[in-house]
């Protein structure tokens, strides 16, 4: 089944080491997207790749970085970790022109 | 500035009744989209339902109905004999249009429904 695949699920780092997370798609959808969402909130959208164009959020900490190698990849870097970044990441799909959006099962990054 | 509101922070709710999930938007887009999803326990964001600002009829998707009254500017979910699994937080959102970038969804605060057996 085509989907969007976030690894690892559950990801622990320590307070500024850098970590990466990772989503794959196998939709060939042109557009992914990374949100934010800590807990009992909405999610936040940080930032999102249509084709190869990055676009930034206003409000996006410079802490978060995104690169995105090919349609299939993406990635969250977090520089420098702390203890309010912490949260769920969703990492989101979607077809410019079309309505849906697919999100994957998203990563519980926790910082100790 | 584009925004979704829901005024119920959590819900209970009898199995096997019906229940409403109330939102309302603002927006200065002709064209938009509305949507609802459920997230459970475990992160996952599931997609429940679609409509379309041009949309003339509301959108209905098994046990799960839109009541889309557009000059109100309210897209409430209607969830019809309710189940134990419907307990979950659900999200109201709205496709933002993006002009030269791609559209993005904004998201509610979301509503907290639990249903008692």
């Known amino acids: 089944d085509a989907m969007v695949i976030q690894n690892p699920r559950y990801q622990v780092t320590q307070f500024g080491k850098p970590v990466t997370l990772s989503c794959s798609q196998t939709?060939?959808?042109?557009?992914m997207y990374w949100y934010q969402q800590k807990s009992s909130q909405a999610p936040k959208l940080l930032f999102h790749?249509?084709?190869?164009?990055?676009?930034n959020e206003a409000d996006t900490p410079d802490n978060f970085q995104s690169r995105r190698p090919n349609t299939s990849f993406c990635f969250l870097d977090i520089r420098s970790p702390g203890l309010g970044d912490a949260a769920m990441y969703l990492c989101?799909?979607?077809?410019?022109?079309?309505?849906?959006?697919?999100f994957g099962s998203g990563t519980r990054l926790t910082v100790v | 500035a584009q925004k979704i509101t829901q005024t119920q922070p959590g819900m209970f709710v009898q199995e096997k009744e019906a229940v409403t999930l109330d939102c309302t938007y603002d927006?200065?887009?002709?064209?938009?989209?509305l949507f609802w999803y459920k997230q459970p326990s475990s992160g996952e964001m599931i997609f429940l339902i679609y409509?379309?600002?041009?949309?003339?009829q509301n959108a209905t998707e098994g046990r799960y109905s839109l009541n889309f009254q557009k000059a109100r500017k309210s897209a409430n979910l209607v969830i019809s004999a309710s189940q134990l699994g419907d307990s979950a937080m659900y999200f109201c959102?709205?496709?933002?249009?993006?002009?030269?970038?791609?559209?993005?969804?904004?998201f509610g605060s979301g509503t907290r429904l639990s249903i008692r057996p």
């Open positions: 989101a799909t979607s077809r410019e022109g079309g309505y849906g959006y697919t």
């Open positions: 939709l060939n959808h042109n557009v």
């Open positions: 790749y249509y084709d190869k164009d990055f676009n």
């Open positions: 927006t200065s887009d002709q064209s938009y989209g």
């Open positions: 409509q379309g600002s041009y949309d003339e």
């Open positions: 959102a709205m496709r933002e249009e993006g002009g030269s970038s791609a559209s993005k969804i904004i």
